[in-house]
């Protein structure tokens, strides 16, 4: 018997760019309802709400300053459970964003643990002496320089794994985990249907703050991390709820533990693997077959065990279009060869909003258009090492973050808001928006719609095994999956050249359902063409 969460799609909703109410430029949640029709026109069966939490915003949100509350630039909890109520009036069930490594400096936790030593919530963060009026060792934070800042009312240094902003909590103590555990519930009694866990994996630390050879090392997966995860998993368990962990780190053959369908600690992860191929200096080392091989070691790996968080793009990603596809020349074309590739897969589709669309990077001309702390971070340390303002720029520009955070493009004109938005609307708003978009049937968005469709109709989509059919080609990925009485061939040329097509096509003789585009010749395939074939399943498979 599947549950909810393997039937139905997610859709990722960003609330500061969705839509603007109230023309303060920024998103909101009387915005999200208003495009409540909108999600369910789609077809999506769930949406993941990224943080609305009051923050002072140095990392857009994941720097939460008050876990049981909204931040006013969004509305009020009123609005918020509003919003819950009508989500679910459409049929759209609701997760939202858990982020318990970490809190902001200004959440009252942390300003009373800098007071003094002897605060009682002292000890709810990590604190170290300096080492010969350095830093405590040689750990790096993940948004680049020492991962300890120096408190001087303790004189003390405290951790972070992320920005100097966003203390680490302790999570040795069980007054923190008491403390995190009673929030969790409460939301949970408000009614949400599941986490989308931030960070997860980084919740436990080296306990004996060496040096390291790699940073990763001393917050990454360490050795004692599976005692919270446990902890965390039997409170998931007494509700009816999906949990989603973000754990990129962890590799397919250390998978089973947290997605095991019997005593894993969370019912799928967010995976690295096949978007590790876009590297953090702007150069893609992306092929067909690594992308492939990652992909199917997942599929494999899970088959019947666990199971698979399909996904191309999110909020801390480069636009989909401008790592797989051809944002230039095929742009409608590869947006819809990508949703293919990885749709059909065994495991719940994510689609983050604007990529229904097939919206691209914005093209930034100046690191101040940006606020991505990250992007700033990594420009500024890229200047340091002595790269020339061009070089760091186009670097960081490829993969910042902002990419995916530009507001939705609703019209030709932007119809996001009728105010300054916080980011800038790319300029190829004038084509590529909802508007345009739902009046083409040809087009990226009725392409997702379909896609939807087609996988809620057929159970072989959603359970059926998966079976890889051209892993090796450089620039076919093809794949079957198979049902009891059905089965299926997704075929898709991930390149901008034309393809001969496989004979797997011609010896599957199905029915073609799907296609990315004409496919024109018999014995060709496009670039970015690709399909979707059906048949009744032979009984010799």
Do not use: C
Request: negative net charge.
């Amino acid at each position: 018997m599947t549950q909810w969460w393997q039937e139905a799609v997610g859709y990722q909703i960003y609330p500061k760019s969705l839509l603007d109410s109230n023309s303060d430029g920024i998103g909101d949640i009387a915005g999200i309802e208003q495009k409540v029709d909108y999600l369910k026109q789609l077809g999506v069966g769930f949406v993941w709400l990224s943080p609305f939490y009051p923050s002072p915003n140095v990392d857009n949100g994941y720097d939460i300053s008050d876990y049981q509350n909204v931040d006013p630039a969004y509305g009020d909890l009123p609005s918020l459970l509003a919003l819950f109520a009508k989500l679910h009036a459409a049929g759209i069930k609701v997760i939202i964003d858990l982020v318990v490594n970490h809190t902001s400096d200004q959440h009252h936790w942390f300003q009373e643990a800098r007071s003094s030593r002897t605060n009682p919530y002292h000890d709810w963060y990590i604190w170290k002496p300096g080492k010969n009026g350095q830093v405590p060792n040689n750990w790096q934070s993940i948004f680049k320089g020492p991962a300890w800042t120096y408190n001087a009312a303790t004189d003390e240094y405290y951790m972070h794994t992320f920005a100097s902003a966003q203390p680490d909590l302790n999570w040795e103590n069980p007054k923190v985990r008491a403390a995190v555990y009673k929030m969790i519930r409460w939301w949970l009694d408000q009614g949400i249907d599941g986490f989308r866990i931030d960070a997860i994996g980084h919740i436990k630390k080296l306990q004996t703050f060496a040096d390291v050879a790699q940073s990763d090392e001393a917050y990454t997966n360490v050795h004692g991390l599976f005692d919270y995860l446990k902890e965390l998993r039997d409170i998931f368990r007494e509700y009816p709820i999906m949990t989603v962990g973000e754990a990129g780190e962890v590799t397919p053959t250390e998978a089973l533990p947290w997605v095991n369908f019997q005593t894993g600690f969370m019912n799928m992860i967010f995976t690295g693997d096949h978007i590790n191929f876009w590297e953090a200096d702007g150069e893609s080392s992306l092929t067909v077959p690594k992308l492939a091989h990652a992909l199917t070691k997942w599929q494999e790996q899970l088959a019947g065990k666990g199971w698979n968080a399909l996904f191309v793009e999110n909020h801390d990603l480069p636009r989909a279009i401008n790592v797989y596809g051809d944002p230039v020349h095929y742009r409608t074309r590869s947006a819809k060869a990508i949703a293919l590739m990885y749709f059909l897969l065994q495991g719940t589709p994510y689609i983050y909003q604007g990529q229904e669309l097939g919206m691209t990077n914005y093209p930034w001309r100046s690191v101040d258009q940006m606020n991505d702390l990250a992007a700033k971070q990594e420009y500024a340390f890229r200047l340091h090492e002595g790269q020339t303002a061009t070089a760091a720029l186009q670097a960081v520009s490829d993969h910042s973050r902002d990419n995916a955070r530009t507001p939705m493009q609703w019209t030709s004109t932007g119809g996001f808001t009728a105010g300054r938005p916080w980011l800038p609307v790319n300029k190829n708003t004038v084509d590529v928006n909802v508007a345009a978009e739902m009046a083409d049937s040809n087009s990226v968005w009725h392409f997702y719609q379909q896609l939807i469709a087609l996988r809620a109709s057929h159970a072989a989509l959603i359970t059926g095994d998966y079976r890889p059919v051209l892993i090796d080609d450089d620039q076919i990925f093809a794949y079957r999956r198979v049902g009891a009485a059905e089965e299926f061939l997704i075929v898709v040329n991930l390149s901008s050249r034309t393809a001969a097509m496989p004979a797997a096509v011609a010896d599957f003789n199905g029915q073609r359902l799907m296609q990315t585009t004409a496919l024109g010749q018999a014995d060709e395939l496009p670039s970015y063409g690709g399909a979707v074939y059906q048949r009744a399943r032979k009984a010799r498979d």
